[in-house]
DNA sequence: GAGCACTGC
């Protein structure tokens, strides 16, 4: 695999791919071939060029609250400065020689001296963040706080910084406590040591740690038993046994808290981009508040450090959320304080009076200044309102400077880069040229890696993304920002338990994020195709997705950790009572809750698997079947895991071609099936995986996604004992599928997403009578069936059933009779 | 004959 090595190389080396003097090198990045090592890299790259140039003197104060998107401006001296600096670093670093002997030095389970002295340089960039100066104060503050809430706004370095500020200190190393277990007898418990930092995407979480360990000199993750940066995502742990910090997803951290719950490895836990508001995020933050307000039994009393962080967070509520932990438990007399097990040392009796307390640190980053530009007049076309900013600073502005328009979906994309287009080709012969490069999650990974690619000489880029660009996607050389207010929202309805994707107006938060992308490399203009009133008007920060989606999962969670009332949950925000009832109702539905509430042994065992809960609940259905159905079962359901296996065709004559190409595949009992007979050809071809993919029109990217996914429950299926031993399963692997068994295995959990046909040829579902037609994407779209099952119901246009299978009426009846 | 922002175990 010369190319991973290759990349390993480039990644290692603090080299930054913006500047020009190593332009060639960039290309040659731009050339690998995975994509996903493509993107974090891409990542990385604007991260470092962030950090390196991110020199100023930052303001700090304590418990302010202000405007996040003041911002200041960088002096271009000390910038260049910076940037000798940086190409110094990675002059150095780029050998193969020193890297091999790096290799050499790690087995042995030393730190290398090329590592320490790349450490070294890159010390130099860390003191010039805008955190490092506060590094003492944050120590200090910690020592007498539990909690800490910190703003850091985007470059001031606070995911890199912090663990390393904190990782010395006193109260962060391993400490033997006697626990009480649960059988009464006590137990030697090694409590603390190691620092986790959770991240919402799998990327950022890598990314991180492989830049940290770079600063502390050491090995990254699993590489070396003396490392001490290590990471955690699902489909990769890289760790040490003398991992200190530990970057993480929040999906991980909450994996780990199912077999401890006390998080007894760890002396913090720093919780980052608070602000993005996930489900996973409000489960941490509830079960961390739970932990540092409580008696800490678990851990001996050992006191868990938590620390909130985030870009804009809304802070007022974060602080009353903890103090509100605190408060409740002084009241009732179960904070920490009274823990009289002597686990405690003399720094006790002033933890007594400083509980409660919770530490508050702002600390400013570095942007350039953008000017807001709003509309007079409402809008009521934005595609043309667009239209008329992009041509209007085209003309106007000198370049270079590239434009991005934040749109809602891939219609309007489409429309907008139509228009631009035709718009271009009656334009003055004396501008520039423009180049339009639509951007959204459903095109092809290489049309969307174009947007990354410098422009042509005396061209300006326009790109026209979706909400992608906000968080996930960054694009350097933009100077311009054009926004639309709105986005594409997906919302569960409760009542209709279906959900929704609409364009609603953004939150202020998302209106200041957007903006944020126009100054993140040298001054900008942000023009907002909406008025300053309406900006007024806009919700102050996103609606959590804990108020916008299913919570079945989510109170799953919860159960299988201990809550079991969710009643006493606390909830950074509190949903419905309508939707919690209607989640555990769900629940009891496919048997993981008992009557009373609690946790079932198949709720237990849903709650391990990386599934929703109906899924969860088809694999343990389809064991039942035996390891035949379930290794059927397990390949529908990973495919189901991935968004889209199949290409989007777009044009009318690649249609037929797709349609062709996939005919072998598809199988009349419905998309269950199909799938089915898609994975097992993949896999069966041994090959050229690549090359099959592209005959058949299925995306390679997803297929090897779903193999991860499929290894992934294999194995736990095999753990579980659901599965015999890889021999046996190699003997029935090549059994027929059995249509019936698999059909009834998924009606198991998804017994209420079923609809019959009613005589006007539509149908209507079996439980709330209501109109669904089958999504155009189903093999089964416009065929007439007796019945069908569903594992998506959405609204967009009208109600939609996706994932769709038929099955027979008494079949429902069957499982809805045993529910 | 429709069209779908983004994450995560």
């Given amino acids: 695999m010369p190319e991973k090595l290759h990349t390993r190389f480039e990644d290692s080396d603090g080299d930054d791919a913006g500047k020009t003097a190593v332009r060639p090198q960039k290309k040659e990045q731009v050339d690998v071939a995975d994509p996903v090592i493509k993107e974090t890299r891409e990542k990385k790259n604007k991260k470092r060029k962030r950090e390196e140039t991110a020199d100023v003197k930052p303001n700090t104060q304590r418990v302010v609250i202000r405007d996040g998107e003041k911002s200041r401006n960088a002096s271009s001296a000390q910038e260049s400065d910076q940037k000798r600096d940086v190409k110094e670093v990675s002059n150095g670093f780029k050998s193969q020689k020193h890297q091999s002997k790096d290799q050499k030095m790690i087995r042995q389970g030393k730190p290398s001296s090329t590592l320490r002295e790349k450490a070294r340089a890159l010390y130099e960039i860390r003191k010039k963040l805008p955190i490092f100066p506060h590094a003492d104060e944050i120590r200090q503050q910690l020592k007498k706080d539990d909690v800490m809430l910190l703003v850091g706004e985007t470059g001031s370095g606070k995911s890199t910084q912090i663990p390393q500020f904190l990782a010395d200190e006193s109260w962060c190393r391993p400490k033997t406590v006697k626990v009480t277990e649960e059988d009464g007898k006590q137990k030697d418990v090694s409590v603390g040591g190691c620092i986790a930092i959770t991240q919402p995407r799998r990327v950022a979480a890598i990314s991180l740690a492989r830049r940290v360990a770079d600063e502390m000199g050491t090995p990254l993750g699993s590489s070396s038993p003396a490392s001490r940066v290590g990471y955690s995502v699902r489909f990769d742990t890289s760790t040490s046994p003398s991992t200190k910090v530990k970057y993480l997803t929040e999906g991980m951290l909450l994996q780990e808290m199912l077999h401890d719950p006390w998080l007894t490895k760890y002396s913090a836990v720093l919780v980052d981009e608070v602000h993005e508001r996930g489900v996973n995020v409000d489960l941490v933050l509830g079960f961390l508040r739970n932990i540092v307000s409580g008696k800490k039994e678990g851990r001996g009393g050992i006191p868990l450090k938590v620390i909130a962080m985030s870009a804009t967070a809304d802070m007022e509520s974060l602080l009353s959320f903890f103090k509100e932990g605190f408060d409740n438990a002084q009241s009732t007399g179960t904070d920490g304080t009274n823990a009289s097990d002597g686990a405690l040392d003399h720094q006790d009796s002033e933890r007594d009076e400083k509980q409660g307390q919770v530490a508050v640190c702002h600390i400013k980053g570095r942007q350039f200044p953008v000017k807001t530009i709003y509309t007079p007049e409402p809008v009521h076309d934005f595609v043309d309102a667009a239209l008329k900013v992009i041509f209007q600073i085209h003309c106007k502005e000198p370049m270079p400077g590239d434009i991005l328009v934040f749109l809602t979906g891939q219609e309007t994309v489409e429309a907008l880069e139509y228009l631009v287009n035709d718009y271009a080709i009656g334009m003055d012969p004396a501008l520039p040229k423009v180049q339009v490069l639509p951007l959204f999650a459903a095109l092809p990974q290489a049309a969307q890696q174009r947007v990354f690619q410098p422009a042509p000489p005396r061209t300006r880029k326009i790109i026209l993304a979706t909400n992608i660009a906000e968080t996930s996607v960054t694009i350097s050389g933009i100077r311009f920002v ?188 419905g998309d269950h099936l199909t799938m089915l007979a898609t994975v097992q050809a993949y896999a069966a071809e041994n090959t050229d995986r690549k090359a099959w993919a592209e005959r058949h029109m299925v995306s390679h990217r997803a297929m ?60 209507r579902t079996i439980v709330g009578n209501q109109t669904v037609a089958i999504h155009p994407s189903s093999v089964l779209f416009g065929k007439k069936v007796e019945a069908i099952m569903y594992n998506e119901f959405v609204f967009t246009n009208r109600s939609y059933a996706r994932g769709v299978s038929a099955v027979q009426m008494d079949w429902v009846g069957e499982v809805l009779a045993g529910q």
């Fill in 482 to 669: 054009v926004d639309c207010g709105k986005a594409k929202m997906k919302q569960f309805r409760t009542r209709l338990g279906l959900d929704s994707l609409l364009v609603k107006p953004i939150s202020k938060s998302a209106a200041i994020q957007r903006k944020g992308r126009a100054g993140r490399e040298a001054p900008g203009q942000c023009y907002r195709l909406y008025t300053e009133k309406d900006y007024l008007t806009l919700q102050e920060t996103n609606t959590p997705e804990i108020l916008r989606c299913d919570l079945s999962q989510a109170i799953l969670t919860m159960k299988a950790r201990g809550v079991d009332d969710i009643v006493d949950f606390p909830f950074l925000t509190r949903p419905p009572r309508e939707a919690l009832e209607k989640a555990l109702l769900q629940l009891f539905n496919i048997q993981a809750l008992e009557e009373s509430g609690k946790i079932s042994s198949i709720g237990l065992q849903i709650a391990k698997l990386p599934l929703t809960a109906p899924l969860g609940r088809v694999l343990l259905a389809a064991a039942q079947n035996g390891p035949n159905c379930l290794l059927d079962v397990i390949d529908i359901i990973s495919s189901l895991s991935v968004e889209n296996i199949f290409l989007n065709t777009t044009s009318e004559e690649k249609k037929e071609e797709a349609e062709k190409a996939r005919r072998d595949l598809f199988r009349r009992e």
């Fill in 704 to 763: 090897q996604s779903v193999m991860d996914v499929r290894k992934q429950l294999t194995t736990q299926c095999r753990q579980a004992k659901l599965l015999p031993d890889a021999n046996t399963c190699a003997s029935i692997a090549n059994n027929q599928p059995d249509p019936v068994l698999i059909l009834k295995s998924f009606l198991t959990g998804f017994a209420t997403n079923t609809a019959r046909i009613v005589p006007d040829g539509s149908y």
